[in-house]
Antibody, heavy 124, light 109 residues
Framework: EVQLVESGGGLVQPGRSLRLSCAAS????????MHWVRQAPGKGLEWVSGISWNSGSIGYADSVKGRFTISRDNAKNSLYLQMNSLRAEDTALYYCAKEGGYCSSTSCFPIDYWGQGTLVTVSS | EIVLTQSPGTLSLSPGERATLSCRASQSVSSSYLAWYQQKPGQAPRLLIY???SRATGIPDRFSGSGSGTDFTLTISRLEPEDFAVYYCQQYGSSPGFTFGPGTKVDIK
């Protein structure tokens, strides 16, 4: 059974940093591209960042470019999101998500599995 | 960058009725790389349709997708009580990221 378990969320002041983690199990982690998708309270889905299976292809939404860094450790079956210079508008539930097929880059396939999310609240 | 627009914003229907949801892209979606997701309150999204018209594993056949180019449709032939939720379309296949539509809420009339 595929499982994606996020952690690391919490309340943080504007301008500070936070690191999210996602522990993956139930599939061959290093075969698939992975993503972070967020959802602000009461709002829709927003793609944040994606990383290919070998970290050779990485992308960011314009809203987080230069502030967030995605990474993965295939030996630990883990995905990460380092979030710096946080803003109030970054407040959201952050989902770890797995792409649904083999791909040399990212976003070749839709997302077939999602975690339950970790809540990030940016407020003073 | 492709922008997705969904209509209507809210669809109020009764169980047993047919639901027709629209997703329009600002430019042609290559190879019909268009997916639909269902999200219920407090839950993560669930993949329903990929490739514009292929049902994901375990999705009932009352859900169907159609369309190409810039216009896509998700149809729920007969609404079941568990189908009342928010539905998002998503464009993929344009590395590095995804684009989601704003969503259509299907609620009980």
């Amino acid at each position: 059974e595929v499982q994606l378990v996020e952690s690391g969320g919490g309340l943080v002041q504007p301008g500070r940093s936070l690191r999210l983690s996602c522990a993956a199990s139930g599939f061959t982690f290093d075969d698939y591209a992975m993503h972070w998708v967020r959802q602000a309270p009461g709002k829709g889905l927003e793609w944040v960042s994606g990383i290919s299976w070998n970290s050779g292809s990485i992308g960011y939404a314009d809203s987080v470019k230069g502030r967030f860094t995605i990474s993965r450790d295939n030996a630990k079956n883990s995905l990460y999101l380092q979030m710096n210079s946080l803003r109030a508008e970054d407040t959201a539930l952050y989902y770890c998500a797995k792409e649904g097929g083999y791909c040399s880059s990212t976003s070749c396939f839709p997302i077939d599995y999602w975690g339950q999310g970790t809540l990030v609240t940016v407020s003073s | 960058e492709i922008v997705l627009t969904q209509s209507p914003g809210t669809l109020s229907l009764s169980p047993g009725e047919r639901a027709t949801l629209s997703c329009r892209a600002s430019q042609s979606v290559s190879s019909s790389y268009l997916a639909w997701y269902q999200q219920k309150p407090g839950q993560a999204p669930r993949l329903l349709i990929y490739g514009a018209s292929s049902r994901a594993t375990g999705i009932p056949d009352r859900f169907s997708g159609s369309g190409s180019g810039t216009d896509f449709t998700l149809t729920i032939s007969r609404l079941e009580p568990e189908d009342f939720a928010v539905y998002y379309c998503q464009q993929y296949g344009s590395s590095p990221g995804f684009t989601f539509g704003p969503g259509t809420k299907v609620d009980i009339k």
